[in-house]
């Protein structure tokens, strides 16, 4: 934070949300605009950063700081920790997740399970209590929000649903002081300093810190002294905010995450007087009209019971425990496709073949044949996402299956399995029906292996 405030060029931040991401993405291309770091295309045509003149890719930037953590566990255990859980966004497609575990490659780390936050913070939430109750996890931090409904019941927890946005969270609450205080700056020094890198990262941090001062206050101050300097001399930006202009500021943001609980529920088939419990996980879950919004949905108060920071970690660990003690207490987490899988079909068509919210690991096969005649391989494309329109979702992978008999259009029969795993991640085999020969193709956040 403090080397963002005078080297912003070079202070990678936000950068969960640029994981995983096509560099030509929507998402990317709006990253570019309002962050200070350069964004570059890597070869692989995901997102990158350059910190001084010298190229990352986000899963290198990851590493570092999984090493950093690495670090401080050897020295606290005074031991080597070579393997971790790590928890992703329950919205993560497959590209994230595989950026993730790659992440934790270059960190020297075996990951032998990556769950989800809100699956974390239920563990960690019932773990040793022999609860049975339908809960919703509510987890809005700094960069993405994800709701999902589990059932608990003694050691299992089954995920009814998930839905997300992984473009929503505590920096966009911040964003909207940041551009009322930009306005009224502009309003009265006729003084735009959205040019002025260093202005802009002062003003983020004190936006931010009113913010939280205005969830415990009524009323507070946006002061950023020596903002600018010109030939008048030095400008302050003393700007004063009360809650409830936040409260108004922000409104749209919450309404979007009510939007997004009340799908979660439709989809797992519940109503809000259902749910027995509800979790709020996340920095941002401490702003008072959170709390009031979320306890009028569900006719009740959200549980006190966790530790909104420490709570996806806290399950993290208890994963952790029980993966590598055999004595220790067997649980079963049941979770979901966050994100429908499907193929790429002529005319820009999106055909699912793993629908959302499909329990894991799951398997599905698909019989493909040849369109002309002594065709000698097939092709499909892999997508995820919602949209019936293929370029609207998120293309995974071209995959080629080559080595099929010559014969007539249509004669050829290709068996394509797509398994999904525990981590969510998906691989992809196929087998000529014919010949019975096999051939296995992983989505990688790298090249394709096809062998």
Not at 168 to 177: A, E, S
Not at 211 to 219: A, C
Request: aromatic share 6%; with cysteine; hydrophobic share 40%.
């Amino acid at each position: 934070m403090r080397q963002s405030l005078i080297n912003p060029e070079n202070t990678v931040y936000g950068a969960k949300r640029l994981i995983g991401r096509p560099y030509d993405s929507p998402i990317v291309q709006e990253i570019k605009r309002a962050f200070h770091y350069e964004i570059y295309k890597t070869a692989n045509n995901e997102a990158g950063v350059v910190i001084k003149d010298k190229k990352f890719t986000l899963p290198q930037v990851s590493s570092l700081i999984l090493k950093e953590i690495r670090n401080w566990a050897n020295d606290y255990l005074q031991q080597e920790v070579n393997k971790a859980v790590i928890t992703v966004p329950a919205y993560f497609n497959d590209r994230q997740r595989q950026a993730v575990r790659e992440a934790g490659r270059l960190a020297g780390l075996e990951v032998p399970r990556i769950i989800n936050e809100p699956t974390a913070a239920a563990l960690a939430y019932g773990f040793g209590r022999g609860l049975e109750q339908k809960i919703v996890v509510y987890d809005l931090g700094g960069g993405t929000f994800d709701v999902s409904v589990l059932e608990l019941g003694e050691d299992v927890y089954q995920v009814l649903s998930t839905y997300g946005d992984t473009f929503l969270g505590g920096v966009d609450f911040d964003n909207r002081i940041v551009e009322y205080c930009l306005d009224l700056f502009d309003k009265e020094h006729n003084i735009d300093l959205m040019g002025d890198r260093v202005a802009m990262q002062r003003l983020k941090e004190a936006s931010e810190a009113a913010k939280k001062e205005l969830s415990f206050r009524d009323e507070a101050v946006v002061n950023v002294p020596y903002v600018h300097q010109d030939e008048t001399g030095a400008k302050d930006l003393n700007i004063p905010l009360n809650r409830k202009l936040l409260e108004e500021m922000v409104s749209p943001l919450i309404d979007k995450t009510v939007r997004t609980c009340r799908e979660a529920l439709d989809m797992a088939r519940l109503r809000p007087q259902d749910v027995d419990t509800v979790i709020l996980v996340g920095g941002q879950t401490r702003m008072p009209m959170i709390w009031r919004r979320v306890q009028e949905l569900f006719g009740r108060p959200p549980s006190k019971g966790v530790h909104p920071d420490e709570v996806v970690a806290a399950g993290a660990a208890i994963m952790a425990d029980v993966l590598s003690r055999p004595e220790a207490s067997e649980i079963l987490l049941m979770d979901v496709v966050p994100v429908s899988f499907g193929l790429v079909l002529p005319g820009d068509r999106f055909k699912r073949i793993i629908p959302r919210n499909t329990p894991i690991p799951i398997k599905k096969t698909r019989v493909f044949t040849t369109s002309k005649d002594n065709q000698t391989s097939v092709k499909i494309a892999v997508a995820q996402g919602e949209s019936a329109v293929a370029t609207e979702n998120t293309l995974l992978k071209n995959i080629a299956f080559r080595g099929l008999k010559e014969q007539p259009a249509g004669d050829a029969k290709v068996e394509v399995t797509f398994a999904i795993d525990a981590d969510g991640i998906l691989q992809i085999s196929a087998k000529d029906r014919d010949t019975g020969a096999e051939i296995k193709s992983y989505i990688t956040q790298g090249a394709l292996d096809i062998s």
